[in-house]
């Protein structure tokens, strides 16, 4: 995606800023998605949430948690059992390969400890840069941005960044902000993709952020059909979700899972 002929690194970082703004108040529960409670179970959820959507990966971390606790437990784990675990997460076999490698490691090298250092953490098996960066903004409090497709896809629509290396948008994105926002920018973006501006079939018509956008128009642009495009708690028929999120922004994941456990 082109950046408008009109946008000085200046006037780039005012419209970006300001998408940021618009989006943390639409999304003022937005938040890390993978369930964790300590790094090494985020490190962990990470590396299984290649390839497959969290949602599934916290109904599986739930149970390989209750019988790993930490990474002394899951370097001892049989392979097989842990295969039968990771199972659901699909490529199962090499997860189950990087996480054993993973536990070894933290268990030879680090006393246990999932490391707090990008250098460090990028050398762990199943480790790369968008990993780390997940570890570090969200269990370790380092500021981060956190490129997936989601992200990647936005940035380009954005015109943040025209590359689709997601090192080269890593730092396209972080000349635009500070980086005190880096995380809860990558939350709020995410957040936005998942529910609005869809790879295939962008919501347009019902953007928050259409006026700020140079993509507009890619996607639906008629606000009553765009507004079926919309998922989770801002799809049609959500409503009573999305109140209880916005009312309790504090709860979001809790309540999020719950959402989750939910039949249909
Ligand atoms: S206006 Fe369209 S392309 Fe731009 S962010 Fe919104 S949904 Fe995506």
Known sequence: MAITPAGSL???????????????????????????????????????????TDVLVNQVTKILFARYPDARAMAEAE?????????????????????????TRLVDEYDGEVPGRLEDLVTLPGVGRKTANVV???????PGITVDTHFGRL????????????????????????????????????????RVCHSRKPACGACPVASLCPSYG?????????????KYELAPGNEELLAKLLAE?????????ESQRRPG
């Open 218 to 230: 890619e996607g639906e642009t008629d606000p009553v059909k765009a507004a079926k495009l919309l």
């Open 79 to 103: 392979p097989a059992e842990l295969e039968a675990i990771l199972q659901p997460t699909g490529f199962f076999r090499a997860k189950a390969r990087n996480v054993l490698a993973l536990s």
């Open 155 to 194: 940035a380009r629509r954005f015109g943040w960044t025209e590359s689709d290396d997601p090192v080269k948008i890593e730092f396209d994105v972080a000349e635009l902000f500070e980086p005190r926002d880096w995380t809860m920018l990558s939350h709020r973006v995410v957040f936005q993709g998942r």
């Open 10 to 52: 200046l006037a780039l970082k005012r419209r970006a800023r300001k998408i940021n703004r618009v989006l943390a108040e639409k999304y003022p529960y937005a938040h890390a998605e993978l369930d964790f409670r300590n790094p090494f179970e985020l490190v962990v959820a990470t590396v299984l949430s290649a390839q497959t």
């Open 249 to 257: 922004t504090d709860r979001a994941a809790e309540i999020r899972m």
């Open 136 to 142: 570090l903004g969200n269990a370790f409090g380092i």
